[in-house]
């Protein structure tokens, strides 16, 4: 039988300012990905995102990013290896505070952003934070860009790595993303966004940009849940793969 | 046999600002409270500091503090008592990634400067924080201003406590210390100062501002890094400390 | 003929959160509190801000707060009089500088949250605030809780002052706040909290919780664009007033 | 006669953190660049540096950077340009508050670290920036590194510009430094960077890394104050540039 995670960036919320609809979106992942405070989130945040993951079944993973609040972590900072590696450390423990506190095992890292972006590419980077990860403990999951630098480095770290993919981008002939400057990088059609998921996990294969079939290994989908169309498109792929006999499952069951 | 831990705060440096002669301090004392990077450090101060304490072979605690890295954390906050406690707990967290990264365990929280002085004396804030450091690990002792509300609300909480006294401040007669603000706050004579220190230990009195003995109870002693005076200061009560045939242990191995 | 100054508080969105329907109030309102990037606001979002208020003919004025994004600067912070009166300059003047961008002046100063409650009890602070608005601007108008400590320092330090009331809020019989801890302190009844704001306006008179009357001055009245039904209320506030020919003015114009 | 500027970055002091020996340099140099709170000082030493600057008789400029303290302002960040403009006119809009109070008006406006490099190379950043620095105050001097992109894009604005250069650097041959990681970078004698200095103050020249001379603009020198031996060689500079018959005067009193 098939299966596949569903992951969503929660607990992005901070202060006085909210953002996504993270009770709606549990009903229908299977991993959580939670701001650790850097990017986005603040500790009573944490503690309610994870509380929240607990009730609705929802494995639970950090989500590090830059030290930059006012840009949402999105933007590239030239941080030196090091940094990166330390960064990722300081917010992995303090989510595990939190699951601590329920009773929960943290069961996966994603990085955020523009530091998931770079790690995807550059191979020292990459490094470091999968040396980072494996330090802090080596039972977590490594989760980054199907096929990409981290997952390598995750691998190469002796850590389980989880290969995501997305159902709304378009793939460039080698795997990396389109970039969203240019024409056709997002999917918008909606029904074929739900098949080429379905493809990825059946068959491994999605059709590039250029035209052609590349091969992908999709062991996570990144949905999203910022407002309720978001979260009934996370509804349809879920329907529409438990259709295909594809179980949604946390990357935990099943990632050796 | 008497006991006595000699604790410090160290990894107070930040970014580019430098505090402290945490490597010459650590030769002196038993335990070491670490910065978490609110009111102080950061990821690379902080993993830089637990590795200097484990080559010094000195126990590491969090030392959390008010999100105020502008007031250093000694300013007052009115946050919540809920605040407080997931805010303690994610600095907890936080410090734990580095003390994995080591192979080391920490042995002990102490909140910092106004989370500190306000936990001593209010009663609800001492519980959420005592019940904060209870969920992260209820293995951590909880160190506070000797007799204060923070060593019942740890006690209440589950926790082991540490009475931590001061050898250079003065204090009243209900066992809280001098503001400084008042004269005579501040224990000028070093011999002074070390001889009531080694009372406080081996009798557990001292003598308040008013004139009289009161009961105090010293598991640690709070000393200082700043400056080569104040270091050389930590050297003299050390010494005086083992002539007086009392031993510099960290709180871990006799608080029970 | 009666003249009031509406104003709101604005520019409270941050980097990637958004908070205020800003486009919606500036339709109704005579002043723009803008926050400064402490408790709110950024210097994206500032500049935004400073262009709507120009193009709805709204005159503008700072919102400083205290350094506490993570508490919107609603928590009460013990900073020292000096810390608070350059925090207030800092922000007064990274306000000017899109003012000037735009070619607009800068009409006046309201301290936010935490800031302007302690500045309306504590005659020390009031006058450090009040001292560094005059340092940067003597010609700005210093805003306060109506009567209140602020307002008196403002005047001592040779400022033009505007006492600020509350539609929705119910005053004591000193003419303070009735804290929202206590039942009745929001006036939940939109036809009354109207009928007091005309009467403030008109007659200088509000019925304060004890039941009695007492004297209010109201150059202006805050008001909320926080949602769809503040920004209606603000509508209505509005149309009551004229309808009972009171003019909404900015204060500039008739505060002397 | 000959007229140069020496100017150094002042203020850089964060809270209970100090840096530079602010007070020293400031017997030397003509031109203060004080850091605005971003990535370092803050209101209180903000202040302190502009009274200090004043009494020293030495004319003050902002000294903008990235939103980075932990970094330092050092590291390179992709912000938007708009950001970039909108940042630096925060920044002098803050410094100006403190200017205001002392009766002192900003000369000019040069970029901290990774945003001066980058704004030297990046024709689009440069244009930002120097449009933000023209809108808020069009009578400010805008300082860059000698025959940069910043340095042409603030004459683009309609902005008086200085040329800024480095006694301890070495440049390559087409008027851009040598990056740091490279050998030779720095110019360790220090009679050989005098002599250096005053060849490109009377000359116009400097020798390469690469052996040839090439034109250079020398309207400003920039010096360091981080440690008693950096001011002593401020005030070496200042000697040799007098003895040459160097005139050292704020770059206000001769860019035209």
């Not at 909210?18 to 989130?41: E, F, M, P, Q, R």
């Not at 450390?89 to 069961?107: D, E, P, S, V």
């Not at 997952?151 to 970039?179: C, H, M, P, Q, W």
């Amino acid at each position: 039988m098939y299966k596949v995670d569903l992951n969503s960036d929660l607990g992005e919320s901070f202060g006085n300012y909210k953002l996504g609809l993270d009770g709606d979106v549990l009903k229908y992942i299977s991993s959580a990905n939670i701001a650790c405070g850097w990017h986005a989130g603040d500790p009573m945040v944490m503690d309610k995102t994870v509380s929240l993951a607990l009730e609705a079944n929802v494995a639970i993973g950090a989500h590090p990013g830059y030290p930059d609040l006012l840009g949402f972590g999105r933007r590239e900072m030239k941080v030196t290896n090091e940094e990166a590696k330390n960064y990722v450390k300081y917010q992995i423990g303090a989510l595990w505070a939190f699951a601590q506190g329920r009773g929960m095992k943290l069961q996966h890292v994603k990085p955020h952003g523009g530091l998931y972006n770079m790690a995807a590419v550059d191979a020292e980077l990459a490094k470091a934070i999968a040396e980072g990860v494996y330090e802090v403990d080596k039972n977590l999951i490594l989760m980054g860009l199907a096929n990409s630098e981290l997952i390598k480095a995750g691998r190469n770290a002796g850590l389980k790595v989880a290969n995501e993919v997305f159902a709304d981008r378009a793939y460039n002939s080698d795997g990396t993303l389109v970039s969203r400057k240019k024409e056709g990088a997002m999917i918008q059609d909606r029904d074929l966004a739900i098949s080429r998921v379905v493809r990825m996990v059946k068959e491994g294969k999605v059709c590039a940009i250029t035209g052609e079939d590349i091969d992908i290994r999709a062991d996570s989908i990144c949905v999203h849940g910022d407002n309720p169309q978001a979260v009934e498109f996370v509804n349809s792929i879920k329907k529409a793969l438990e259709e295909e006999r594809v179980k949604i499952a946390p990357i935990g069951e099943f990632i050796v």
